[in-house]
């Protein structure tokens, strides 16, 4: 007897009881995986949420840190609106703008068709100095001709320069000499080649066409310093991602932030010239028009999505995360911020929005 127990206690596990010894495994592997499974789901929607918080907040912080700065140093609206002309031989093959798509604003909305996102284009100077410009004392007898000004105050070599005059095109060059020799102490020369710096160092010159842009201009236009690093910047929606191009420097646009699926904006416009805006208009005014002086302000929406799309629901197999495009009910009217796409709705969406005042339109100076 005493053996027989003794074998019976030495004998393991029947059959009977692996069996349910993996059932109850395998129930916990599942309870397991489940509280897994939905712990993944929610930290996918909240590291999602996150992403779409941090791009869509630093596309606004971008986009309207440039804008603040737009319009400086060619902020005298006698000009806005003009069409430009512009040569850039820095880049291969040379870039060369006649079209009237660059123009003499601060920003320009560019509409995109139907609900596709907006492009925002905006152009500022660089010059520390005075943006009051300098008057052409005389005309030139060709568009590669020294331009002769009555104060040259700020001009250095290097420097680009917009030229302006009533019913002509603007056009960019770049200052290549400033000579103090007797008869040519009012040129601003702009040739192609090089040009020396203050410290005596050669440049190619970059923004001279050879023959110039085909304009010549008479006395009393009026000539801008710009700077040594003007900008006009572009901030674009491409394939789900908020772009930036500087078009004075860079060829290409290059991605900034991710899951920034819409961007749309309106100017805010002073119609009674007392300073304060009364009416907003996603419509550009037409190039050369006096409307464009009445902008002094821009108001913009950037909407953001999460990174990941959440899983369709299992009753439907639809995607029902998201039902309702995301929308900007600012007073008085909303902005269209639809977003597109087959499956869009599994997305989940965050808007930022702002309004930037125009500061150097509001503070121009008179001529």
């Known amino acids: ?28 592997v599942m309870v397991i995986f489940q509280v897994f499974s939905v712990s993944e789901g929610v930290k996918r929607t909240t590291t999602g949420g996150g992403d779409a918080q941090q791009n869509g907040s630093l596309s606004l912080f971008s986009i309207e840190r440039n804008l603040r700065m737009a319009g400086y140093g060619m902020n005298v609206l006698n000009f806005i609106g003009c069409p430009i002309r512009f040569y850039d031989e820095g880049v291969t093959p040379p870039v060369e703008s006649t079209d009237g798509s660059w123009k003499l604003v601060p920003v320009e909305i560019i509409s995109g068709a139907g609900t596709l996102p907006d492009t925002i284009v905006m152009m500022r100077g660089d010059s520390d100095l005075t943006p009051v ?36 095109d603007c056009t960019i060059a770049q200052a290549t000499e400033i000579p103090g020799t007797p008869g040519q102490s009012d040129n601003v020369i702009h040739n192609s080649g090089t ?10 010159a970059r923004y001279n066409k050879p023959a110039g842009l085909g304009v010549s201009y008479s006395k009393g236009a009026l000539l801008y310093n710009l700077g040594a690093l003007p900008a006009r910047y572009v901030f674009a929606i491409e394939q789900n991602r908020l772009t930036f191009q500087n078009t004075m420097t860079e060829p290409t646009s290059s991605a900034l932030f991710d899951n920034v699926v819409q961007l749309q904006a309106e100017y805010g416009k002073d119609t009674n ?8 208009n ?19 929406a950037v909407v953001a999505r999460s990174t990941t799309p959440e899983k369709p629901n299992p009753a439907t197999g639809v995607c029902d995360i998201t039902t309702a495009n995301p929308t900007w009910a ?14 869009w709705q599994c997305f989940r969406y965050k808007v930022f929005e702002t309004v930037v005042p125009l500061k150097n339109l509001i503070w121009r100076p008179e001529i």
């Open 330 to 343: 600012d007073p008085p009217q909303p902005i269209d911020l639809s977003v597109t796409g087959a499956n």
């Open 195 to 204: 040009y020396q710096d203050d410290n005596g160092v050669s440049h190619a």
């Open 133 to 168: 410009p300098a008057k052409m004392t005389q005309g030139m007898p060709s568009p590669s001709s020294a331009y002769k000004v009555d104060v040259r105050y700020g001009f250095r070599p290097g420097n680009v320069t917009l030229a302006v005059e009533p019913g002509k």
């Open 273 to 280: 010239g007392d300073g304060i805006v009364d009416a907003w």
């Open 1 to 28: 007897m005493r053996n027989a127990i003794k074998l019976r206690s030495m004998a393991g596990f029947s059959l009977v009881e692996l069996m349910v010894g993996v059932l109850i495994g395998l129930i916990g």
């Open 282 to 300: 996603a419509v550009s005014p037409a190039p050369g028009s006096v409307d464009w002086q009445g902008i002094i302000a821009l108001r913009m």
